[in-house]
């Protein structure tokens, strides 16, 4: 069918995908000029709402096409024909398409087994096939025709993005659930075992399925014993199945990492509550181009899987066209080859102000680098098959929405990944810590802990669970309760909605925190007052248990709740214990000597607002799931119970603690910092506490 603009949507779109520009008339499209038109089929699933988002993005480049043409005296335009890739008889439509001579190029087959049917005839017919699979075998078997375009790098690369996830996570073992009797699991199951191997990951098992054989693979999976399994999926109801079996799973089920077939709107709209938590990776938009805040500004959703790829694919097809039109004699593989070789200069990125830029660098003969909404269109220059360099996603569903953790990518020669704030580590985001002062610390003569969830209602579960599970981890380590103080509200164990009463979880099939736990003290009977005083060390008839240190006693302060910028919550109260609070608490803490050392681990949003200004004490250190403008973020949803069971810094402290009691407090902050994605893990205070590369968490963790 033929794509219309209404002139009010492109009057709207103006505002969102194009560069500011001044008055002059020239700037504005004119419908009256001659029109190269080409027609593009476009073979993508329509289902499930699908075929609204791929609408949209011909909707954006139509309107950034007009304005790359301005200043010419013609204008392309690209007539697209929607075909779905789920219902149609793709061998068919191949046939069709592949003798028809109004046909320019084909874009589609999202699906590695349809794409791999269609290239099947269109490769070798000489149609230009522009695809959104990533099956290493496709790239084998159509590369060598020069009409396969792969927008994105094959999975090869989005296996060894999971497993580097796995091991910047700090995970040791990993396993895998495919199918390994289809196109899109084989790369998966052909390449996993020897890049982890080559990551110094041990293998804990290939668990291949055919069909309806998942539940039985995911079922082994859940009780491998790996740290970590990687699931790539088949088909969205699959998604479904692998969660099923990991929520009924027993104790130390594997963190699942899910394949880009969990990505997509299409996923949330068919799974509903069972999406919330799922996460992967899936190749997407640089963040840098700006692409997927203009979708979602303008239309009010998030752009699906491929969207960046799509739009990409139709914006060179335009090139093309208008480069013909200034080469005749060139074909449209030629053509594309010489765009995407450009290397003159850059003309900016994907919206209507760049493309003009590129439209008239080809017209003077120029050869500009050209840059899309997924990032550099560059490709290999012997094959020209697949694009050089991808962004992957690392998604969440939260809230009944994807939300976007971090980016990742391939450098092209090893492969490694780096977070989206790795980019930014060195410069702006990542402490260094030097040899530190040297501090003399009296011998070490005895341990305390004061833990305090701050939060109550069976929707803050996670914070009375990550308490309970800090409580339970010192108790095993040789604290007793006469060492431990614990603040929690207990309204969790035997709440109407919990359906096992008297057990609280911090992961699916975990032991029960709230087993003997001895509590201290409930939040509705203290205020953040009664906190400070116990802190401080400063018994009162409300509080008559308190922190009672000395010269020789390492205290560990463990805090999880809720935060706003300058502030823990206490329950209802946003100002609960204050930045000014906090220091005058400290100061008395010291003025007593009351302590050795002091280790503090707050997870609460915008942590580091409470703790950036307690500096100047000798002894202590202050760990903060956030900076001072941060939220920090939940971790493992059970959709069983409808709420988020721990929270990330947490569960990797935890982690870490559990498995390395003596990591170094510089090794378990870089540790906390990689793996706590979403937020910035801060230190305050290092320079008073003394050299973190020698100094142990074995002499709070170990009595």
């Not at 997509?264 to 996460?279: R, T, W, Y």
């Not at 899936?282 to 491929?306: L, M, Q």
């Not at 003159?344 to 590129?358: A, L, T």
Request: aromatic fraction near 10%; include cysteine; charged fraction near 20%.
């Amino acid at each position: 069918m033929k794509h219309k603009l209404l002139i009010l949507l492109s009057g709207l779109l103006c505002v969102i995908v194009s560069s500011c520009s001044d008055d002059n008339v020239n700037d504005e499209p004119n419908f009256s000029k001659p029109t190269i038109e080409k027609t593009v089929v476009v073979v993508l699933p329509m289902e499930n709402g699908l075929s609204d988002h791929w609408k949209r993005i011909f909707t954006m480049l139509s309107h950034n096409i007009d304005q790359a043409f301005s200043s010419q005296e013609k204008t392309v335009k690209l007539n697209i024909e929607y075909h779905d890739e789920s219902t149609e008889n793709l061998v068919e439509l191949a046939e069709q398409i592949s003798v028809r001579e109004d046909v320019y190029a084909v874009i589609g087959g999202l699906y590695s087994s349809s794409a791999k049917t269609l290239a099947a005839t269109l490769c070798r017919t000489g149609v230009t096939f522009m695809t959104l699979a990533t099956t290493e075998e496709l790239v084998r078997a159509f590369a060598s025709t020069g009409n396969l375009w792969a927008m994105t790098e094959t999975d090869i690369t989005q296996s060894e993005v999971l497993l580097s996830k796995v091991v910047n996570y700090g995970g040791r073992s990993v396993g895998l659930i495919a199918n390994g009797n289809d196109e899109y699991g084989k790369t998966f199951v052909d390449w996993f075992a020897f890049q982890a191997n080559e990551l110094g990951l041990q293998v804990k098992g290939l668990y291949t399925y055919i069909g309806s054989d998942i539940a039985e693979s995911a079922t082994n999976a859940a009780v491998s014993g790996a740290d970590y399994v990687i699931c790539v999926p088949s088909h969205i109801t699959d998604i479904g199945v692998v969660v099923d079996k990991f929520n009924a799973a027993g104790a130390n089920v594997p963190r699942l990492l899910f394949s880009d077939m969990a990505y997509g709107s299409d996923v949330i709209d068919q799974l509903g509550q069972k999406a919330e938590g799922i996460e992967g990776v899936c190749f997407g938009a640089n963040p840098e181009t700006g692409f997927d805040v203009s979708y979602r500004t303008f239309f009010g959703t998030d752009p699906t899987v491929g969207a960046a790829q799509l739009y990409d694919a139709g914006m060179l097809l335009s090139y093309a066209v208008w480069y013909q039109e200034l080469h005749p004699d060139t074909t449209l593989r030629n053509s594309l080859r010489k765009i995407v070789d450009g290397r003159d200069f850059n003309m900016g990125s994907w919206m209507g102000e760049d493309m003009r830029n590129v439209i008239n660098a080809l017209s003077r003969g120029g050869e500009p680098y050209v840059r899309g909404a997924s990032g550099w269109l560059d490709f290999d220059s012997k094959v020209y098959t697949n694009v050089l360099s991808t962004i992957y996603y690392n998604y969440k569903v939260y809230d009944g929405r994807y939300l976007i953790l971090d980016y990742n990518t391939a450098d092209g020669g090893n492969r490694t990944d780096a977070t989206l704030a790795g980019w930014n580590w060195k410069a702006t985001q990542m402490q260094e810590f030097g040899a530190g002062t040297s501090i003399s610390y009296a011998p070490l003569t005895g341990h305390q802990a004061l833990i305090v969830a701050s939060s109550t209602g069976w929707s803050n579960y996670r914070h009375q669970a990550d308490a309970l599970a800090m409580y339970q981890l010192l108790k095993e380590h040789g604290y007793t309760d006469d060492d431990i103080i614990l603040i929690v509200a207990d309204d969790i164990a035997e709440h109407a909605n919990n359906p096992e009463k008297g057990v609280i979880r911090v992961k699916h099939g975990g032991e029960n925190v709230y087993a003997d736990a001895k509590i201290d003290y409930r939040l509705k009977d203290l205020g953040p007052h009664d906190f400070c005083n116990i802190l401080a060390g400063k018994p009162t008839e409300k509080t008559p248990t308190v922190i009672e240190g000395n010269e020789g006693t390492n205290l560990l302060l463990f805090w999880s709740g809720h935060g706003t910028p300058g502030a823990f919550c206490w329950d209802e109260l946003a100002r609960g214990v204050t930045p000014e609070m906090m220091q005058d608490t400290l100061s008395q803490l010291h003025a007593k000597k009351g302590y050795r050392k002091l280790a503090a681990f707050v997870e609460t949003c915008y942590s580091g607002s409470v703790f950036e200004g307690s500096t100047g004490f000798p002894g202590m250190i202050f760990y903060t799931a956030a900076n001072p403008n941060e939220t920090s973020k939940a971790d493992i949803f059970n959709t069983d119970l409808g709420v988020w069971m721990s929270n990330r810094f947490t569960s990797t402290l935890i982690e870490n603690l559990s498995n390395k009691s003596v990591i170094s407090m510089r090794d378990l902050y870089n540790r906390l910092f990689i793996n706590t994605v979403g937020s910035h893990v801060m230190v305050y205070n290092a320079e008073k506490y003394g050299n973190l590369y020698n100094s142990s968490m074995d002499e709070f963790i170990n009595p």
